[in-house]
């Protein structure tokens, strides 16, 4: 007899309904009545118990969707989303296809419409559609767009095999993909997920990367977030301790995380000063003058930084190092001049705005499972429900300053508006404060992009050259890692007007 009870559900197969069926009908109408299968009455006997095993088997197919081994498809998605996990879904490969213009350089620019379709050739069914419309600039020959795979999975597409266009833009001679296509994946299975699941709950100590991430962007103060796991027993080249996490944190213009001071020193260092550098009243370092100015205010940069309470330093021009403190509480930081050359400095903190490094803390205190240990060079104070206070570390995101310097050739110097400049400088300026967040890489096509976007009078040409450095430029693209987000403030935005 089918049963539901503390043992869980017992269902009746056709067989015993059967059985049972018949059974009953004889307890009725007698052992003499028949049941054969050919006797109308046997034939209802089979139908009804047919029916009622499907329905059975219903019921079971429902309670089984209730457990992650048994669950299947969208049911088995329920499940796992109690956990906060969801299924992977399928992503198409993509690939990064250059156009070549067909018509001379100096004919303008050339547009390569958003949606142009690519194949390998006139047979294949995969088309590769461009996610987004770009040209080629005036004085330029080629341009790269970005472009995706009409079907989701592992598609391999080879360099140089993605070379016939059904339809060409117009004044496009040839198109290619000068390396090869960046592979998709298949949606998850439920085996894939079943087990991903089990996994993942089989690690008690690993946070959810989400949920964290989620808490911190969901901060007013916060700009930008990133969480990196260690799940391992092993330390991570980072230094990162096993079984901990790390958020990087970059706030919003304004706002500031632990003590923010700068080390300002009167003149370039010269031969003869020597300085002794002192935290909070106690001497850590002496640094005489060693082969220029850079290399020794680097020195003494990095003497600072190693120090515990000190998150990090930044050389700040030729005579100035910003100093960022790893916690909220206030420190003094000074310098003494040994030889009395003149090498005098000043030093400032600054308090952050509302004790924003303990309340990132205690977001991360209040998102994070119990136990799971933190990992960073920032110190916050978090309290617990029960009013105790812990120490949470966490880290910055650390700013990658990109020098960018454009190249405009013109028609016309004595027409065109060299207020254009500070147009283009603002346009850039603005773009990456809005677009460059953590480990977003800085693309040359979408720099020549915000400048061709302009549509500035007499340009016939656009070149891009950028550089980490300010020394060296080069034409290309910057990596921008997980840890980092790229920094071009105004003041490392370059314009140079040529005919």
Same mark, same amino acid.
């Given at each position: 007899m089918a049963s539901f009870d503390k043992d869980g559900l017992k269902i009746d197969r056709l067989a015993d309904i059967y059985s049972d069926i018949s059974t009953s009908l004889k307890s009725s109408f007698g052992d003499s009545v028949d049941l054969d299968e050919r006797s109308p009455l046997g034939i209802i006997v089979g139908i009804m118990s047919e029916r009622y095993s499907l329905l059975y088997e219903l019921l079971e197919g429902v309670y089984n969707a209730s457990f992650p081994s048994t669950a299947y498809g969208i049911y088995l998605d329920y499940v796992c989303a109690l956990n906060g996990i969801s299924r992977n879904p399928a992503v198409a490969s993509t690939v990064d296809l250059t156009f070549t213009r067909s018509n001379d350089a100096s004919s303008g620019q050339v547009e390569i419409p958003a949606g142009t379709q690519v194949k390998s050739d006139l047979n294949d069914t995969l088309v590769w559609s461009t996610d987004s419309g770009n040209f080629i600039a005036s004085g330029n020959t080629t341009a790269t767009v970005r472009a995706t795979c009409s079907e989701t999975g592992t598609i391999a597409a080879a360099a140089d095999t993605l070379t016939f266009m059904p339809s060409t833009p117009n004044n496009i001679a040839s198109v290619t993909n000068i390396q090869e296509a960046t592979l998709g994946n298949d949606e998850e299975t439920d085996a894939e997920l079943r087990a991903r699941r089990e996994t993942s709950l089989g690690k008690s100590s690993t946070p959810t990367q989400l949920g964290l991430t989620s808490a911190l962007l969901n901060m007013l103060e916060v700009q930008s977030a990133s969480v990196t796991v260690n799940d391992t027993d092993e330390a991570l080249g980072t230094g990162q301790t096993p079984h901990s996490f790390q958020a990087y944190i970059s706030p919003e213009t304004g706002q500031n995380l632990g003590q923010v001071?700068?080390?300002?020193?009167?003149?370039?260092?010269? @031969?003869?000063?020597?300085? *002794?550098?002192? $935290?909070?009243? =106690?001497? &850590?370092?002496? !640094?005489?003058? %060693? +082969?220029?100015?850079?290399?020794?205010?680097?020195?003494?940069?990095?003497?600072?930084?190693?120090? @515990?309470?000190?998150?990090? *330093?930044?050389? $700040?021009?030729? =005579?100035? &190092?910003?100093? !960022?403190?790893? %916690? +909220?509480?206030?420190?003094?930081?000074?310098?003494?001049?040994?030889?009395?050359?003149?090498?005098? @400095?000043?030093?400032?903190? *600054?308090?952050?705005?509302?004790?924003?490094?303990?309340?990132?803390?205690?977001?991360?205190?209040?998102?994070?499972?119990?136990?799971?240990?933190?990992?960073?060079?920032?110190?916050?104070?978090?309290?617990?429900?029960?009013?105790?206070?812990?120490?949470?570390?966490?880290?910055?995101?650390?700013?990658?300053?990109?020098?960018?310097?454009?190249?405009?050739?013109?028609?016309?110097?004595?027409?065109?508006?060299?207020?254009?400049?500070?147009?283009?400088?603002d346009a850039l300026s603005s773009y990456a404060v809005i677009n460059y967040t953590a480990g977003v890489d800085v693309l040359q096509y979408e720099l020549i992009t915000v400048a061709g976007n302009l549509d500035i009078e007499y340009v016939t040409s656009i070149d891009v050259k950028v550089s980490t450095d300010d020394t060296n430029y080069y034409v290309g693209n910057v990596v921008i890692s997980p840890e980092e987000f790229a920094f071009i403030p105004s003041s490392s935005i370059s314009v140079v007007v040529q005919d």
């Open positions: 001071g700068t080390l300002q020193f009167s003149r370039l260092f010269a @031969s003869g000063d020597e300085v *002794t550098v002192s $935290l909070d009243g =106690t001497d &850590i370092w002496t !640094q005489a003058f %060693t +082969a220029d100015s850079p290399t020794t205010l680097n020195l003494i940069a990095n003497a600072i930084k190693d120090q @515990s309470s000190i998150a990090s *330093t930044t050389i $700040l021009g030729d =005579t100035a &190092i910003q100093v !960022q403190g790893a %916690t +909220a509480t206030a420190f003094t930081l000074s310098t003494t001049d040994n030889n009395s050359t003149g090498i005098t @400095s000043d030093f400032s903190v *600054t308090t952050p705005d509302s004790g924003l490094i303990d309340k990132v803390a205690q977001t991360l205190w209040d998102s994070k499972a119990a136990g799971i240990q933190t990992y960073g060079d920032l110190t916050g104070i978090a309290t617990d429900t029960n009013g105790n206070t812990h120490e949470v570390y966490f880290s910055t995101i650390t700013s990658k300053q990109v020098w960018v310097e454009y190249t405009l050739t013109v028609s016309s110097l004595e027409s065109y508006e060299i207020g254009n400049n500070q147009t283009l400088i």
